[in-house]
């Protein structure tokens, strides 16, 4: 029997990269719903392809347009709109697996409502642990849900460890998170204010969107990937490591109390992560090449420097303060990064804001969605004025 897989963020590369394993096994899985922001088009392309029973765009504008493009090309996909359309796809009784691709706290309630209604769930959207944590993880427990990573770092972790999960805490170490170094990785930390968009978005090994670019290029990425692999898997902060490694072949490496290292290794493809959470515990073709390690130059590591990354040196601060401050921390990133992308503040200025939202911003510990939400508003609402200091002072 085919199992029924939710996109969340179908358009994105992730989602897109999701439905070209899909493609490649049409024996075992079908597309039950899909979901864009905007790319209207795009989504026609795929439901034409797909056939999903359902199709969820960000607005009703976007819906309306995408629900007479199919009328028009006699496709019967019945596009939803209402506040709660993406929960409704990611918690459907139908539903088997839900991919959760979209980039931004917009994904935890829909990755809330797939946990809590015991989905597998293909966790590509950082904010859901990063700003859910402790409720997040609840939900998981509490719905019975599959909780697999897709982020190619947290999915070699997941890889490198054994499948009986009690046993992680006696066993691990700490881990190690690979990180490429960005665009910036040997540039002068002095250069760095003068940075363009286009620059910060040109990243050496992915095409990604162009927040997630920025994030790598500050290293706020993985920043929030230390916060997610704290939760993941229920690890101190001081068991987080990261260590830069330009060519990102070794995905990530896990260190066990005996002094061993196993580490996860391929090609940089985004496909394979997918492909394992697909089909965890069984292995299926992903569609990406195979490492050639005699092609390989060799393989490189560094350590992740605090003058020129010092965003990612926050994740550990924030971890140990208040329950709360990662989603200030997110809340503020996001902002930050939309201020940079519009030319408002300088790429060095990016750091001073998301700093100064952490001073600004005293969390109480959020014990709903409710209250997640109204903490990341709070966050943003002071994000925002921080934004306009500095972008009237350069």
Same mark, same amino acid.
């Given at each position: 029997m085919?199992q029924?897989?939710t996109?969340l963020g179908s358009t994105?590369s #992730?989602?897109? $990269?999701?439905l070209?394993?899909?493609?490649r096994?049409?024996? +075992?899985y079908?597309?039950?719903a /899909?979901? &864009? ?10 439901c034409a392809?797909f056939?999903?029973?359902f ?5 009703a ?5 995408l ?6 090309n006699?496709l019967?996909?019945?596009?939803i709109q ?12 139908d539903v088997?697996l839900?991919m959760a ?6 994904g935890?309630?829909?990755c809330l409502a ?6 597998r769930?293909?966790l ?8 859910g944590g402790?409720?997040f993880?609840?939900a998981?427990k ?5 909780l697999?990573p897709?982020?190619?770092?947290h999915?070699? #972790?997941?890889? $490198?460890?054994?499948?009986d999960?009690?046993?992680?805490a006696? +066993?691990i170490?700490?881990?190690? /998170?690979t &990180?490429s170094?960005g665009?910036?990785?040997s540039r002068?930390?002095g250069?760095?204010?003068g940075?363009t968009p286009?620059?910060a978005?040109?990243h050496p090994n992915?095409?990604m969107?162009r ?5 790598s290029a500050?290293?706020m990425n993985k920043?929030?990937?230390v916060?997610?692999a704290r939760w ?6 001081e068991?987080?490591k990261v260590v ?9 490496m896990?260190q066990?109390v005996?002094?061993s290292i196993?580490a996860?290794?391929?090609t940089p493809?985004?496909?394979v992560?997918?492909?394992c959470g ?6 299926i ?6 490492l050639d390690?005699?092609?390989l ?8 420097d605090?003058v020129?990354?010092?965003?990612l040196h ?5 971890l140990?303060s208040a329950?709360?401050t990662?989603?200030?921390l997110?809340?503020?990133?996001e902002?930050?990064v ?11 200025q990016?750091?001073q ?7 600004a911003?005293l ?6 969605l409710?209250?997640?939400?109204a903490l990341?508003a ?10 306009e200091r500095l972008?009237s002072s350069?």
């Open positions: 085919k029924r897989l996109v994105g #992730i989602g897109t $990269s999701t070209d394993v899909v493609a096994h049409p024996d +075992r079908e597309i039950f /899909l979901s &864009a922001a905007t790319q209207v088009e795009q989504m026609l392309a795929q392809r056939q999903p029973r199709a969820v765009m960000a607005s504008e976007h819906a309306r347009l629900a007479d493009k199919l009328q028009a006699g019967s996909t019945q596009v209402a506040p709660d359309a993406l929960e409704t796809i990611a918690s459907h009784a088997d839900v691709a979209i980039v931004g706290a917009a935890l309630a829909p797939a946990a809590r209604a015991g989905k769930l293909l590509a959207n950082k904010e859901a642990l990063v700003v402790e409720v993880m609840s998981v509490a719905g019975g849900a599959t697999l897709i982020d190619s770092e999915s070699a #972790i997941f890889q $490198s460890l054994p499948e999960a009690s046993t992680w006696r +066993r170490d700490h881990v190690l /998170l &990180a170094g665009p910036f990785r002068d930390p250069t760095l204010r940075v286009e620059e978005c040109a992915f095409s969107g927040k997630i670019s920025v994030d500050t290293m920043a929030l990937e916060i997610e993941l898997f229920d690890l101190a902060p068991q987080i830069i490694h330009p060519q990102q072949i070794i995905h990530s896990v066990f005996d002094a196993i996860q290794l391929g493809d985004m496909r992560p997918i492909a697909l089909a965890w515990p069984e292995r073709e992903s569609g990406a090449a195979r390690f005699a092609a130059a060799g393989l490189t590591f560094e350590e992740a605090a020129r990354f010092p965003g926050l994740s550990w601060q924030a140990r329950p709360g990662t989603a200030v997110n809340a503020a990133n902002v930050a939309e201020a940079f992308l519009g030319r408002r503040i300088r790429f060095d990016i750091h804001l998301n700093l100064a939202t952490l001073e911003v969390p109480s510990k959020p014990d709903s409710e209250a997640l939400m990341d709070q966050a943003r609402s002071a994000a925002r004025q921080v934004a972008a350069h």
